[in-house]
């Protein structure tokens, strides 16, 4: 085929080569483009590809496959990316898939198994098509090869869950797509948003039973990706949240379950969440513990503490215990002291025996505080 233009796309995808070129066969491109291949964008190429594809695919897969390698692949990344991207749109806007449409993106997903069928995104992709347009058993014969494939088995695996949610297994549903919650939880979000709003709610709880269940038998490494589907297909709620945070907790995450229990705080609740609340911020606290951050973690104790004392009291009497938190408030105070600090030296001695009253280095300290303040410091 004649060669009617060679240049590197200015936006698209390169194959990962600089400089990478691709030739084009007359009968694809329009005739504009044969004009002046100089101006020619890969885009500008990619819809003429497109169009000819849905009027005539046994002609045009013909001479995309004769043309050389790095052509190939940079149509074959082109033709990938136009579709994930009208298979991404939110589900809300886009209208029921026509026959005109769908016949698009089959010829598409057909093309790119022919024309790259060294690999197996060709698969992935043609069974995300299906799927959309309610071809289940063909999209799971479609996933067959990629199922044995090292890097394609959780992302073939996952669409196989989509596939038992559709058959009303929710249970084998929530097996196959927890596989890519920690792994490509991007992947997992393209999956889920094309599902309705009832078919998230159920995977969201069956997730978080079974997530439940493995940390109550004490394997929260398995559990973790149960507990990261139940947040992704419950639209980040408080409860699956939680539920993530214990579980990091337990695997001694503690950054990642601060942010967790972060984005839980931020959620403005009222009285009737009271109790939940002083023991979200004892919960961070613990974590700030263990991270190090002793003036964090007293800081959290405190709100909790002027929150409802009594709840604070038994939630941290229970973990961290009585010493170690006093223990923290005492470090505090102790700091704050010497850096002349002297009403956040007395508030942290006075938090600190609330959790401890007998605490006999929290009354030495709060008699020293006295001494050096007696100056004229006001110091609650």
Do not use: M
Not at 32 to 55: F, N, R, T, V
Request: aromatic share 4%; net charge negative.
């Amino acid at each position: 085929l004649a060669t009617l233009c060679s240049c590197r796309p200015p936006d698209g995808p390169s194959c990962g080569k600089a400089g990478t070129g691709w030739s084009a066969p007359p009968g694809i491109l329009s005739s504009q483009a044969g004009a002046q291949p100089a101006l020619l964008s890969l885009q500008e190429a990619l819809d003429d590809i497109l169009l000819a594809l849905k009027l005539d695919p046994r002609t045009v897969v013909p001479e995309i496959c004769s043309l050389k390698p790095e052509a190939q692949a940079v149509i074959a990344q082109g033709l990938w990316s136009h579709c994930r991207a009208l298979l991404s749109q939110p589900q809300d806007r886009r209208e029921p898939l026509s026959d005109e449409y769908a016949r698009g993106l089959l010829a598409v997903g057909e093309t790119l198994i022919r024309i790259d069928a060294g690999q197996l995104s060709g698969h992935i992709l043609l069974a995300d098509v299906l799927i959309a347009v309610g071809s289940y058993e063909e999209a799971g014969t479609c996933l067959q090869k990629a199922l044995h494939s090292t890097p394609w088995s959780e992302a073939a695996r996952a669409r196989r869950g989509l596939l038992w949610l559709k058959k009303g297994d929710v249970q084998a549903a929530v097996r196959d797509l927890q596989c890519l919650a920690e792994t490509d939880a991007q992947e997992l979000g393209f999956l889920l948003h094309r599902l309705e709003a009832s078919e998230q709610q159920s995977l969201s709880q069956a997730a978080a039973r079974e997530a439940n269940a493995l940390l109550s038998s004490g394997q929260p490494g398995q559990a973790l990706g149960y507990c990261s589907l139940a947040v992704l297909a419950g639209g980040s709620s408080a409860r699956h949240l939680r539920l993530r945070a214990t579980c990091l907790a337990e695997l001694q995450e503690f950054g990642r379950a601060l942010e967790d229990l972060d984005r839980v705080l931020r959620v403005d609740v009222g009285d009737r969440d009271l109790p939940t609340r002083v023991e979200d911020l004892c919960s961070r606290g613990r974590l700030l513990l263990s991270l190090g951050d002793g003036a964090g973690a007293t800081g959290a104790f405190a709100q909790a503490l002027k929150l409802a004392p009594t709840l604070a009291q038994s939630s941290l009497w229970e973990r961290p215990g009585r010493a170690p938190t006093a223990q923290a408030f005492l470090c505090h105070g102790q700091t704050c002291l010497e850096e002349q600090r002297y009403a956040e030296a007395w508030t942290a001695v006075e938090n600190g025996l609330l959790a401890d009253p007998e605490h006999s280095s929290l009354r030495r300290l709060r008699a020293r505080i006295r001494r050096e303040a007696s100056l004229g410091c006001r110091l609650h």
